[in-house]
């Protein structure tokens, strides 16, 4: 499915049957010879020592041939496409991947993407509590996890304290995944609960805009021009919203849907735009970074998604050059004390923010050569 994560899961024969689509475009009037290497990483995503035939069967490399060209577009750009793994290919090691597509022609690196293989060989039961601390219970969120093997599942395992590596990430964001520290057991099971790096800032539901309309405005987007050969959408103000009352509203937990309403082949005939997002204040903050954050800028803390603030407007703005479709994203307030809550400034934090939290359970064994990832559970706060 276009918004589920990408985690590919091992069958019963210790190899991939599924496989994942890549999408991405280039703007350019005419094609170019891409090719993809897929490498096996650590936990840390750091490259290991495993060879090619250890992680896969088939090549981990080839040439991208799915190449399309948009039409009816202001924008001219070529559209590719590629299946992962290649047919005749499979995944026969569980662990981080990381794909990444080069220029044959340049040797540019034009993108890199992570992605997951899991062997579904522990049982995760993962839930959302009020944190074990007492302190500041309507603005934070605790993960607990307990951990259980499966006897049934044909890849073995050996569930061991020492051999178990338990990370939690809330929704995509980067900056705040944390290791869980071990607890203690529950009759059989590894029990990773009440500890301060299961605890989470709640955070707000993310704002969002849809420019899949260039006609006429939609959501949350106040006007839309066309200047100079180019398309632009003005975002609505954003505004300050820690000291309003939580407001539960549905969206992509930071995540985006290329759409457009008037033409019949999104890939090809959705065209790019500038988008305009600004947050109007008098000062600048000296002590602090604003970032727009989400799939829309890749989920990173840096110069491409940090604001500027502009003295004129007497705001922070940020242009971003974005396909059609429906984005959704959080303001991040990044300050030099970095335990300050990112959100807590201009988003709020509140215990009811539908965060959807994903558990990564990594297994190493002294014998093993690399790190295998035997677990991947997702649960949704407010269900």
Known sequence: MELEAPVLTLNSMGETEEGMLLQFDVLADEGENLSYSIAH???HWQRDDLEPYEFMTGFEYGNIENIDFSFTTMRPYVHYRQRIPARGAAFRHSGNYVLTVTSDDSGDTLLTRRFWVSEGSVKVDA????????????????VDVDLAAIESNPIGINLRQEYEYV????????DNARWLEFSGY?????AYRFRQPNIFDGGNTFRFFDCANMHTPMYNVVRVEEYGGELF????????????????EKTLNGGMKVNVWD????????????VNISLPMA??????????????????????????YNPEYRAYTKRLLLKQGYYSYQLLCVGRQQQESPTRRLEGDHMETPN????????REPSDRADRLVAVRRVAAGQ
Not at 263 to 274: I, S
């Open 356 to 363: 959807i939290y994903t558990v990564y359970v990594y297994h």
């Open 186 to 190: 529950d009759g059989l099971k590894l």
């Open 167 to 174: 990370m939690v990430q809330q929704n995509g964001r980067l």
């Open 41 to 43: 990483c650590d936990r």
């Open 263 to 274: 033409r019949q082949d999104k890939a090809l005939q959705a065209d790019y735009v500038w």
């Open 283 to 308: 000062q600048p903050m000296l002590d602090r970074s604003i970032y727009v954050v989400g799939q829309l800028t890749d989920w990173k803390l840096d110069s491409a998604s940090r604001m500027d």
């Open 127 to 142: 839930r959302l509590a009020r944190p074990y601390d007492g302190a500041d219970i309507l603005q934070r969120q605790e």
């Open 233 to 248: 959408a003005i975002i609505r103000p954003e505004e300050d919203r820690s000291r309003k009352h939580f407001l539960s």
